[in-house]
């Protein structure tokens, strides 16, 4: 039996400096009939921007931990039977954005306010609160008299936006059999988890945020009525934040995501057709569960008559990407290899894949493109990365030249292909 443990940690420093404002179709559309009409140059001369973003915030984090332990042993249960089995749990300690003692004194940052827009709950969660806007004079504040938290803002719980993993189990088993001399059996089946990846980024992209003013943004402008034009699409006013976190939007995510895992297995055959000559055919597929993808959230659940503002689940929070760990992923496929080790000067590897790989829009990253955000099953289909066909065959070929071999009759030649 072997057993051991892990631990891995990561920590961020970085200023993050960035102002954009963007055009498209949407804002010089007709609204009956917005799929064929409008320009994105016409809303640039008439200086109609769909979405801005300003950004000039100081990042760091406290450090995040992978902390893992595992075992593994084999069972040879007789000469014909082989079992692997293994288990390794991983217990994963998310970052918090905001650390102000990382850096020197003399900066006086204060990032450790910056919170998370929670649009699965309509409630935007802090760290922790700072104080008025009236006691302190400047941003991150909280722009109340008393510096009570506005309407649907709360504290996080124990201070955390985003809460830990410990659910990351992962079994392991490996079984090969050896049906006759010339023929083998193997399966596999292992669970794998992400244990860094969205999780880690979640907390390096909260810089700025309210009730900080380091970084505002607004990606849904103009879309039924001009309220705002380039000059100052963000409507910037100070050094104060807005009243509330609601009139800007910004990307939330769930602060319960879990790490995303695949399970992994594999059943197949090796046949020996010669001394040097093997055939390998597997069945080779995988699950994915937990895989994040956004969405544009808090859209009016059905078309209707009316303000479509008062159909929304928060009628008070803008529509914004959201991101989840509700999407999934399939893979299945049959591969097959023709491997022939060297001899009589020649070797060659011939595979030959036949796949599919679905998911429920994981493929389209976070940029919310999905086409009913309430409704992931609609999403199915071929991924980005669906290759059905995949071919391919390597070869190395000694001549017959050189010392031990025959003679090209060219002494250059010779020599430079000699042993």
């Known amino acids: 039996m072997k057993f051991g443990f892990s631990y891995a940690t990561n920590r961020m420093y970085a200023t993050t400096q960035r102002a954009f404002v ?61 079992i692997n089995v293994g288990l390794r749990y991983d217990a994963n300690i998310l970052p918090n954005f905001g650390d102000s003692g990382f ?27 700072p104080p008025s806007c ?10 109340t008299p008393d510096g009570s938290l506005p309407a649907h803002v709360e504290v996080a719980p124990n201070g955390r936006l985003f809460q830990n993993n410990y659910d990351n189990w992962q079994p392991r088993l490996g079984i090969a059999y050896t049906i006759t001399p010339r023929t083998v059996f193997r399966a596999g089946y292992g669970r794998y988890f992400d244990s860094w990846s969205e999780t880690v980024l979640a907390a390096e992209q909260q810089e700025g945020l309210w009730p900080d003013v380091r970084r505002i943004s607004n990606f849904l402008l103009n879309r039924t009525t001009v309220e705002a034009r380039s000059a100052n699409p963000l409507a910037l006013a100070g050094k104060f934040p807005a009243a509330n976190p609601f009139s800007l939007t910004t990307t939330g995510r769930d602060p319960y995501m879990g790490n995303a895992y695949s399970d992994q297995y594999n059943v197949g055959f090796e046949q020996q057709l010669s001394q040097s000559a093997v055939l390998t055919m597997n069945f080779v597929g995988s699950r994915g569960r937990r895989i994040p993808t956004g969405s544009i959230w808090n859209v009016a659940f059905t078309p ?116």
């Not at 850096?103 to 609160?129: I, T």
């Not at 009236?134 to 722009?143: L, T, V």
Request: contains cysteine; aromatic residues 10%.
């Open 304 to 419: 209707g008559p009316g303000d479509p503002v008062q159909r929304r689940p928060y009628p008070y929070i803008n529509p914004a990407s959201v991101i989840r760990d509700w999407s999934r992923n399939w893979y299945d496929s049959l591969q097959e290899t023709v491997d022939q080790r060297f001899s009589r000067g020649l070797s060659y590897i011939i595979t030959y894949t036949w796949s599919k790989a679905l998911d429920l829009g994981s493929s389209d990253g976070f940029g919310g493109s999905a086409m009913d955000a309430y409704n992931l099953r609609l999403e199915k289909g071929p991924s980005n990365s669906n290759l059905p066909h995949v071919f391919s065959l390597a070869s190395v070929y000694e001549l017959p030249l050189g010392k031990g071999n025959l003679q090209s009759g060219l002494k250059p030649v010779d020599y430079i292909v000699r042993d």
């Open 134 to 143: 009236a006691s302190k004079g400047s941003a991150p504040c909280i722009p």
């Open 22 to 82: 963007g055009f498209d179709g949407v804002q010089t559309a007709d609204l009956q009939n917005p799929g064929t009409t409008g320009s994105g140059l016409a809303s640039f001369l008439l200086g109609v921007p769909s979405g801005s973003e300003r950004a000039d915030a100081p990042g760091s984090m406290t450090p995040g931990k992978v902390i893992g332990v595992f075992f593994q042993d084999q069972w040879k249960v007789n000469k014909r039977l082989t």
């Open 103 to 129: 850096f020197s004194s003399d900066l006086h940052v204060e990032n450790q306010y910056s919170g998370n827009m929670n649009l699965l709950r309509g409630w935007f969660l802090l760290p922790k609160a």
